[in-house]
């Protein structure tokens, strides 16, 4: 079964991830400059370094659609740059997921494929797409939704530890950013961890720096630029996260699951 995933940033990862190791061929896209924060746990990383490996697991950077065949011979995910997803028209697969993240719809039809999932709020089972993924930390995280929309999206990140916004590296201006601190760097609450243009981004809280954006990214002032973790746990740098995970299985229970009831066997 042909799977074209809308976005390669950690949770779409994690969405991918599961996928593949459970026997789907899989196709990612993203941006040509990838914002994906936690970018060693992101497929997305295959376009400015040609391949990432997360958890033993390849993509690869397709420069064409023609690419995509030889990379899947080789037992990798393609990763394209394809903002408007036209390799959904051109590779016809049997499931498109919408892991753009972006809280809203931007270009994404109940009439792509067979099965149309949407990850996150700003989808409506039914009317754009078949299944919607709850992506809102806690007890209904990765829930399959046949009718309506996921939570809300708050504007709060979800808690870690005790923290929510001070979790949350993000730029103090406009302009280019500069990382100073590494993903899986332990920092403390007041250090510099980042500039945008000349401007330090201090760090809100200690802990270990769980994602931050590669070097030479434009940002806007306010545009979420890295994070810290106050668990202090460098493996879950690494790693893809709980949250990732849930959502992959649930993107994982909707495709079985809607397949299953289209062919009329009782459960």
Not at 159 to 181: K, L, M, Q, W
Request: with cysteine; proline share 4%; aromatic share 8%.
């Amino acid at each position: 079964m042909k799977v074209v995933i809308k976005g390669a940033g950690d949770l779409a990862t994690g969405i991918g991830y599961r996928l593949k190791r459970c026997g789907f061929t899989v196709v990612m896209t993203d941006l040509e400059v990838p914002t994906a924060v936690r970018r060693t746990v992101a497929f997305s990383r295959a376009i400015y370094e040609d391949t990432a490996v997360v958890e033993g697991i390849t993509a690869k950077y397709a420069k064409g659609f023609e690419e995509i065949e030889s990379i899947l011979k080789e037992g990798q995910i393609p990763v394209l740059i394809d903002e408007e997803a036209e390799v959904v028209k051109w590779w016809k697969p049997d499931v498109v997921v919408d892991a753009i993240l972006a809280k809203r719809n931007l270009n994404t039809s109940i009439t792509d494929a067979s099965l149309v999932i949407g990850v996150g709020p700003g989808f409506i089972a039914g009317e754009d797409c078949h299944r919607v993924i709850e992506t809102k930390r806690g007890h209904y995280l990765g829930t399959v939704i046949k009718e309506g929309s996921a939570i809300p999206n708050t504007g709060v990140p979800g808690n870690i530890g005790g923290y929510t916004v001070e979790r949350i590296i993000r730029a103090a201006s406009d302009g280019i950013f500069h990382p100073v601190a590494k993903i899986g760097d332990l920092v403390q609450k007041g250090d510099v961890v980042a500039y945008s243009n000349e401007d330090p981004i201090y760090a809100q809280l200690t802990g270990i720096v769980r994602g931050m954006l590669q070097e030479g990214v434009v940002v806007v002032k306010g545009m979420k630029s890295g994070d810290i973790d106050p668990r202090c746990e460098q493996s879950h740098c690494f790693t893809i996260s709980d949250k990732a995970r849930s959502i992959g299985g649930g993107v994982l229970e909707a495709i079985f699951s809607y397949f299953y009831e289209k062919s009329g066997l009782p459960f």
